[in-house]
Each structure stands twice: as C-alpha cells, then as structure tokens.
C-alpha cells in the first residue's frame, strides 16, 4: 500500500514528536523549529535539490506539531510551486530513514546532526 502525501508528512510530524519534543533533552520551540527551518531553507536554495527539498518538508511536518502558521503558509506555497510531490515524498521517506539513524546534537538552540 502507497502511502499519501498526508500520511508521510504524519509520519515525519510523529517522528520529530518523538525525538525532539517528548524524548528530547531540550525540547524544540516554535523559535528555534524556525531557525532549522531558515537553514534547510537555504540548503534548499543553494542545491535545488529534491533530498534539500525533503529536509525543508521534514521541518514543516514538525512546525505541524508546533501549530505555526508560517509553515502551513509554506507547506502550501511549497505546494502550488508544482514540484512532483511522488519524488519528494520518495526522498522524505528515504531522509527519515537516514535521520533515524543519526545522532543529534542540540548546538546553539538547534538541533543538528
């Protein structure tokens, strides 16, 4: 079964629940969701890259658990730009996968890998 483009954004906004607000040290704010929001942005913008893409949906599935509307305004910006939401979705799986597997640091108010 494939999922939709709803629930892999579900799955990413639990993931971040779980690892940056519930379990977390130092859990996340609306603040500092918006500061790595700034830096996959830029990532973003600096590659035009499907996978930077995927990081920058990554972020908008947790400012969900944030209740921001500067990413539901980007989440559907995002949207109507066209991209082929298939591929980005191919690659939020596959950069969830990846992140699940990394270790996390919380530097200067953000965490990273």
């Known amino acids: 079964m494939t999922m939709t483009h709803e629930e892999i954004m579900n799955t990413a906004r639990q993931w971040h629940y779980e690892t940056f607000i519930k379990n977390a040290e130092h859990p996340v704010t609306l603040v500092s969701q918006l500061l790595k929001f700034e830096e996959e942005l830029a990532e973003w913008e600096e590659a035009k890259s499907l996978e930077e893409l995927a990081d ?58």
């Not at 921001?68 to 730009?81: H, Q």
């Not at 979705?89 to 953000?110: A, C, F």
Request: charged fraction near 30%; hydrophobic fraction near 45%; aromatic fraction near 12%.
């Open 56 to 113: 920058v949906f990554i972020v908008l599935a947790g400012l969900r658990n944030l209740d921001s509307e500067v990413g539901r305004v980007f989440e559907t910006t995002i949207y109507l730009m066209g991209f082929p939401l298939e591929e980005v979705d191919k690659e939020i799986l596959k950069k969830l996968e990846i992140n699940r597997q990394r270790v996390w640091k919380y530097i200067n108010g953000v965490w990273h890998h």
